[in-house]
């Protein structure tokens, strides 16, 4: 048989204390929807046959989900946050670990909300562990953990010139918000695509010729009402059609 769709590996979400591996299905859909093959790999460190999951696919789709462990980013558990948010070390080794090997590879990733993070701290990067210390949100007040259905924006985003404004053709757009943190320091790889107003990272890319970008928001819950959020898979797609093995 003839193999004509570019292969995507999309990570699952580890819910540890529950035993299960979970994932929206909006993800696999949006991938269907732009000519790719979803596959699903499970995030989980019991499982570290990076390189024999990465000969599997032609292209990364790196999930949304729980927080990163600080400590993988050299920090301490902030104590002022309000409200517990979930953490699974296994799949944080077994993201990180295959984020790495894809990078040296030349595997395209497209990072999604906690996604993002991860393309961040695997290029040895950090983040905000709450959005609101970040300086930035004291003066404009975004809510970035929105009160609405994943399927309906609420902020705005601004593009720099680059890679994905190119994809997006636009120099701003409306987004959906699901997330209490975001990328502070950035590896001198990495730059910012994206900004929302009040000054947080919305998304980034990696400079030069290989395909590695993430987005804070989710665009998997967009695409279905906003074309140019398909664009952003359509990408993804398109780059693992051209990097792939026979
Ligand atoms: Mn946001």
Redesign the pocket.
Known sequence: MTRTRPRVGITTTLEEARGQHEIWRAYPDAVERAGGLPVFLPADDAYPHYEEYLSLIDGLLLSGGQDILPSLYRQEPWGGLTETWPMSPKRDRFEIQLTKLALERGVPILGLCRGLQLLVVALGGTLWQDVSLSGATKTKQ?R?FQNLAAQWPS?QVTLNPGRLRAILGESSLL?N?L?HQSADRLPPTLMVSAL?ADG?V?AVELQGESFALAV??HPEHLVKTDPRQLALFTALVEAAAQGRRP
């Open positions: 975004i970035h902020h987004v918000s997330h929302a947080v919305e804070q928001w």
